[in-house]
């Protein structure tokens, strides 16, 4: 496990959060799953074929007793999408979900599986790294479709999606957005929770999640700093107004309350995020470099031009994937 693994803003909230990024093409209902796990309408969902969202989204809630953070992402690996702002959702996707995702939840409507689909998993391992497969599980949603028939009935009518699970180390869930049963969504956490366990219990890292956890507590100290004298003033008032044990509670909610309102200020706004995508690449060897004829359109493009930036290679040449020193377990 990382001797990163557990550092940051408020320790025991990143140790027992679990961060779940949802991952897939645009209208499969990544947004209704993330609404489906948190118990609210946390992200805008609608039956579409456009993507209602349109950057990366972050939301919390609690399951189950366990604090959730769901990363809600574009459809990344949509040809729609120029090299520049597939680079960028990248980062954002990366600083939002940092120090590093315990899962990363494939959505995959039932009935609908496409040739990007079936890449999905290469896709998620040349953008975050080979190992990123370990964490990952296919969440299919449109339950309701099954009718009459089992989810192993589906799955083995499909060679090509038996290869996807199977890359998925055989692991998947089934949504059904239309009802609202915590049982579906405490099943989900179950699985979830195994994989973390299987995973020695840690979340997965490498060299840019870890940059951009450490570029998120410089920003994050820095608007604490900013907001000294604002704290100090709350700070005299709870004082005037509460004693003995209410005032220790009051003041341990109000230094937690700063210290969310920096870290999420800083999950958006730090120097990961604004330092070019090309260099962030390069600042961890071929870390986003991959096979560009997986990957394809836009997506295939950034990849390569980040390989390239890593490695000398032109865009469009076949890289090699994540480096060894990259991998943080």
Do not use: W
């Not at 994050?220 to 604002?230: G, I, S, V």
């Not at 003041?251 to 999950?267: F, G, N, P």
């Amino acid at each position: 496990m990382s001797a990163y693994m557990y550092q940051g803003y408020n320790g025991a909230t990143l140790q027992t959060e679990r961060r779940i990024v949802l991952v897939g093409k645009t209208g499969v209902g990544k947004s209704a799953a993330g609404n489906t796990i948190l118990g609210r309408e946390a992200f805008e969902s609608e039956l579409s074929p456009s993507s209602l969202t349109s950057n990366c989204q972050k939301a919390k809630g609690e399951v189950d007793g366990v604090s959730v953070a769901v990363i809600d992402t574009p459809g990344l690996f949509d040809t729609n999408f120029t090299q520049e702002e597939v680079l960028n959702k990248i980062k954002m996707c990366i600083s939002l979900s940092a120090p590093g995702p315990h899962a990363f939840l494939v959505v995959l409507q039932l009935g609908r599986f496409t040739q990007e689909e079936k890449d999905t998993v290469k896709m998620i391992q040349t953008t975050f790294g080979e190992d990123a497969a370990n964490y990952s599980m296919v969440l299919f949603t449109h339950g309701d479709q099954l009718k009459q028939q089992t989810i192993e009935g589906f799955i083995s009518e499909s060679p090509e999606l038996r290869i996807l699970i199977q890359q998925c180390h055989s692991r998947y869930h089934v949504f059904n957005n239309e009802i609202k049963d915590p049982k579906q969504v405490s099943q989900l956490m179950d699985k979830i929770e195994s994989m973390v366990m299987v995973n020695g219990g840690g979340y997965y890292t490498n060299a840019m999640f870890m940059r951009a956890e450490a570029a998120i507590l410089k920003e994050k100290d820095r608007l604490l700093k900013e907001m000294e004298a604002e704290k100090k003033k709350e700070l005299d008032e709870l004082r005037a107004r509460y004693a003995g044990g209410t005032y220790r509670r009051e003041e341990t909610q109000l230094h937690v309350r700063y210290e969310q309102a920096a870290r999420t200020r800083a999950e958006r706004s730090n120097d990961f995020t604004a330092a070019p995508a090309v260099a962030i690449a390069a600042a961890c060897g071929a870390a986003v470099g991959g096979l560009i004829g997986v990957a394809g359109g836009p997506i295939g493009m950034a990849i390569g031009v980040a390989a390239g930036a890593a490695a000398g290679a032109a865009i469009g040449a076949v890289t090699v994937g994540l480096s060894n020193k990259c991998h943080v377990q």
